[in-house]
């Protein structure tokens, strides 16, 4: 099982804003959209401002802090929205991708977002094979489909 790894105090404080930022005005980078999902203990909404890979056509959230609480409420809801401003795309939980799978969509987000994932695990988009493999082992990766 993958450990859970709890955000920085930055993080936590920049979340938030986030939401506000993304989830109501729309105002982010392109990619970034804030992830709606039921909380599996309250029933209450739990909002994360999240980046979205497109891989392979099809949307995958990539869970940077491991067994992350949005995770495991989006495993235990099956379902929930990504909302940008007044874009709301209701999703599904597809799949969570093998070890093997999360390579190339770990090196497609460093391409992307280079940063990011590099903070967490101190790779870049030229890092090896071997370093993505050991981040592969402890980051979840879910890829969704489109919900009716």
């Keep these: 099982m993958v450990a859970r790894r709890r955000p920085g105090p930055v993080l936590r404080l920049l979340n938030p804003l986030a939401v506000g930022f993304v989830g ?3 105002l982010a980078p392109a ?5 709606r999902v039921r909380r599996r203990v309250s029933g209450g909404i739990q909002r994360v401002p999240l980046n979205v890979l497109v891989h392979q ?3 995958h959230l990539v869970s940077l802090h491991g067994e992350s609480d949005w995770l495991r409420n989006l495993r235990a809801a099956g379902r ?3 909302v ?7 999703v ?5 991708l093998p070890e093997a799978e999360r390579i190339p969509a770990l090196r497609a987000y460093l391409q992307r977002w280079d940063g990011q994932l ?3 695990f101190g790779l870049d ?3 090896s094979d071997e370093d993505l493999r050991e981040a592969a082992a402890r980051t979840p990766i879910v890829r969704l489909k489109l919900a009716a």
Excluded at 84 to 90: A, L, Q, W
Excluded at 92 to 96: D, I, L, N, P, R
């Design 31 to 35: 990619g970034l959209m804030v992830l």
């Design 92 to 96: 599904e939980v597809g799949e969570e």
């Design 125 to 127: 988009r030229l890092s």
């Design 80 to 82: 929930a929205t990504l």
């Design 118 to 120: 590099g903070a967490a």
């Design 57 to 59: 056509g099809a949307y």
């Design 84 to 90: 940008r401003g007044r874009t709301i795309v209701p």
């Design 24 to 26: 109501m005005l729309g």
